[in-house]
């Protein structure tokens, strides 16, 4: 006989960059107001996470962008792709701050790289100077935004980074507070049962409400979420997931440093909605056998025994 588990689902989805509890070092936002982002930190792409913030700057390129704090500059690099013409600032903190695609740099810098690149008779240029050659204070002007490199459209792609080991932190733990009162809503929710020999997941049943009663015949499940951010055009990505099965913590992590190292990971975490009118990558809430991504907390890796005949509530903050 069969026995049809319920599984009743229940999303309380917290509001987007509201919560942070702020590290000790505050750094300024390196472009005025409008503060626009189109992109945050653990967002998912192709390939790897976001590692950093990308500020809008009205689909133009010009807007000046400033030093987040007193530092000096250890790396500057012009090149055809990738973070295109690249600012790295270094601060006493022990953080380095990075600012990417560019249209030009501070006339001294300018200067400095226009000499090297000269003598090299090449474009493309990193340069290391030395730390007492080229300071800035916070809000000082470093350089002037652009489209360089790997770039869509004009924006400031801006990381903070531990100066030592250069493995990103999530920038808005460091910031003042930006504000967005508009919670980020579930897409979609999907259900998928694991093959008990192998590793891989079969759909078992989606649904994009937010208060869902799934009827599974099976023993075990696990879930993962796709969210719209209803507060712009950019689907952004989320801070932390709570996944909680009868107010047990199940699976969990919270964005706030990875290195380059395991970025490669995205590939394990996430997977193509396939859903029409959806289209982004969903999050997995739980881990596959392979995925060393060190912001998993260990509480279950996501997976979900359901009882007999019962109806269990899943959560997912
Ligand atoms: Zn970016």
Same mark, same amino acid.
């Given at each position: 006989m069969l026995k049809w588990s319920k599984v009743q689902l229940l999303l309380v989805l917290g509001c987007f960059l509201m919560d942070f509890s702020h590290a000790q070092v505050t750094f300024f936002f390196p472009?005025?107001? #409008?503060l626009v982002l189109s992109g945050t930190f653990g967002e998912l792409r192709s390939n790897h996470y976001h590692s950093g913030l990308d500020f809008k700057t009205d689909g133009k390129e010009g807007r000046t962008v400033k030093a987040a704090a007193a530092g000096w500059v250890s790396r500057i690099k012009m090149s055809a792709?990738?973070?295109?013409?690249v600012i790295y600032l270094d601060h006493p903190s022990g953080h380095t701050t990075v600012y990417a695609h560019l249209h030009h740099f501070h006339p001294e810098l300018m200067k400095y790289m226009d000499s090297a690149q000269y003598a090299a008779e090449s474009f493309e240029m990193e340069l290391f100077p030395d730390s007492g050659r080229f300071s800035f204070s916070p809000g000082d002007g470093i350089g002037v935004s652009g489209n360089t490199g %790997?770039?869509? %459209? #004009?924006h400031l792609h801006f990381e903070i980074r531990d100066?030592?080991?250069?493995v990103p932190q999530n920038p808005l733990l460091f910031l003042p507070p930006l504000m967005d009162s508009i919670a980020p809503m579930a897409g979609v929710i999907t259900l998928f049962k694991k093959d008990p020999n192998f590793s891989f997941f079969t759909l078992l049943d989606s649904s994009s409400e937010i208060n869902h009663l799934f009827h599974i015949n099976e023993d075990t499940v696990y879930v993962s979420l796709y969210t719209d951010d209803?507060?712009?055009?950019n689907k952004l990505g989320i801070y932390s997931i709570q996944l909680l099965q009868d107010d047990s913590i199940i699976f969990s992590y919270q964005y706030n440093q990875f290195s380059f190292d395991e970025t490669r990971f995205v590939n394990a975490h996430s997977h193509p909605t396939g859903v029409k009118g959806k289209d982004g990558w969903a999050h997995q809430l739980f881990k596959l #056998?392979?995925?060393?991504?060190?912001?998993?907390?260990?509480? %279950?890796? %996501?997976k979900m025994v359901l009882p007999k005949s019962d109806t269990t509530n899943l959560e997912i903050d």
């Open positions: 472009i005025d107001t #409008p792709v990738g973070f295109g013409n %790997g770039s869509q %459209g #004009p100066r030592l080991t250069q209803p507060s712009g055009e #056998p392979g995925d060393r991504f060190s912001l998993y907390a260990d509480a %279950g890796f %996501g």
